[in-house]
């Protein structure tokens, strides 16, 4: 098995009690599409693929962890929530063109699938990505996420690879305390996106 895998299978293995939905999805739900196709990219546990189907999406989670996904379909299940997942490596060639009304990505970064993701929206369709960021200020060094920048956005580099899309909202270096909604410095970017054209 892949070693980046196993140590996915292990860290999801390990979680004790399930995870709550991104605050910042739910902050900004009324950016999104009332409904649709949803894709949550590298879902891991799935909290926030079982939010959006709450939402009324029609939600497919994809992740390369077996545990991740056997998690994720017991919770499903327990709550009584319908999700359609699948358990794979994710490749540029998995995306097909013009398919989602949302597809949502948070924690992870893979340059080269970027391309394939937003040729995957279809027109006015919407993309919600959220991950760690390079930044070497002080107030916002990296506690959590990957210490190898290679997985970590550049300044700007997320705005720079949605640059086809309308931005809703763009966020970098800092974000809303989701207990106090006050501002604190953040090592993260968010963008939120649409595709042009009608939805």
Not at 17 to 33: H, M
Not at 84 to 110: A, Q
Not at 137 to 158: H, Q, W
């Amino acid at each position: 098995m892949n070693e980046k895998i196993q140590r996915w299978d292990n860290l999801y293995g390990a979680v004790q009690d399930y995870p709550a939905p991104n605050s910042d999805l739910i902050r900004y739900r009324a950016l999104l599409p009332k409904q649709g196709l949803a894709l949550d990219v590298a879902c891991g546990l799935g909290a926030d693929a079982l939010y959006l189907a709450q939402q009324g999406f029609d939600v497919l989670a994809w992740d390369a962890s077996s545990v991740a996904i056997k998690r994720l379909q017991k919770e499903a299940k327990a709550q009584d929530i319908s999700i359609s997942t699948s358990c794979f490596e994710i490749t540029p060639s998995v995306f097909k063109r013009g398919r989602f009304d949302l597809v949502y990505v948070h924690r992870y970064l893979d340059r080269d699938i970027f391309p394939a993701i937003i040729e995957s929206l279809k027109p006015g369709g919407v993309l919600f990505y959220q991950t760690f960021t390079q930044s070497t200020a002080a107030e916002c060094s990296p506690t959590i996420g990957p210490t190898n920048k290679a997985y970590r956005l550049a300044t700007n580099e997320l705005l720079s690879l949605c640059s086809t899309l309308t931005i809703k909202v763009f966020l970098e270096g800092f974000s809303a305390d989701p207990k106090t909604n006050q501002i604190q410095a953040r090592a993260q970017a968010l963008i939120v996106a649409a595709k042009p054209g009608a939805s």
